[in-house]
């Protein structure tokens, strides 16, 4: 069974340029993910869709991120423009969903962006 | 609101040591516990979980967890470290009536020979 997959890997661009992640979930899996990994801390939520609804966008800054999954498995993250304090570690995962929080995640590797 | 401290940023070992992180977690009720393990350019891996029964949890890679409410904490332990464990270990808690997971800050493990 292949896992989460993201592209690119990695990242550069400079301060106001806008830049996008791509995320392709475990086939099956209705729930995903995407966190954000500041350096030296743990995950944090941004987006959570079950299917192509978000569910939980709570901690998304929408005035530069934004996301889609427009049919329920692929999904991009946006961010534009993007600054400084963006750089970090986006991290895509995705679940069944149960709806009861005792599924097990499966996360991709990440996209490590560099704001300069 | 629920929440993850793990209070030991960083930690070093000898090979064949034994080890245990701590994680200690705030939740009004019953959460469900996680371990997950990060090696340096991967994702993620979960090492094990807790929902209920029997609070000693077998995981893989030979770790072991054990839930004690009383104290709000779901340590991770080993008994015998090997090199290939230096990693960043992350502990989280999720509610029951969301997928939501929230996660402590991570505890790195380095792995002396």
């Known amino acids: 069974e292949a896992g989460v997959v993201q592209s690119p890997r990695y990242k550069i661009i400079e301060k106001k340029q806008p830049v996008a992640f791509w995320c392709n979930p475990i086939?099956?899996?209705?729930?995903l993910y995407w966190y954000l990994q500041n350096l030296g801390q743990g995950p944090e939520l941004l987006i959570r869709y079950e299917n192509e609804e978000a569910v939980d966008d709570s901690q998304l800054p929408k005035d530069r991120f934004s996301a889609e999954r427009l049919k329920g498995v692929d999904s991009t993250l946006k961010i534009q423009p993007a600054e400084l304090g963006d750089s970090a570690v986006y991290l895509c995962a995705s679940s069944r969903s149960l709806g009861t929080g005792n599924n097990e995640q499966f996360f991709g590797p990440g996209t490590r962006l560099t704001v300069l | 609101a629920q929440s993850v401290t793990q209070p030991d940023i960083h930690i070093t070992v000898s090979e064949g040591a034994s080890l245990e992180l701590r994680c200690n977690y705030s939740y009004g009720a019953t959460p469900y516990l996680f371990w997950y393990v990060q090696s340096p350019g991967q994702g993620l891996q979960l090492l094990l979980k807790y929902f209920s029964g029997d609070t000693l949890v077998q995981g893989i890679k030979g770790f072991e967890a054990e839930f004690k409410r009383s104290q709000s904490s779901f340590n991770l332990r080993k008994p015998s470290v090997h090199w290939s464990d230096a990693a960043e270990y992350f502990c989280a808690v999720g509610a029951r009536n969301t997928d939501k997971l929230i996660f402590g800050t991570g505890t790195r493990l380095q792995v002396f020979p």
């Open positions: 086939s099956g899996h209705n729930t």
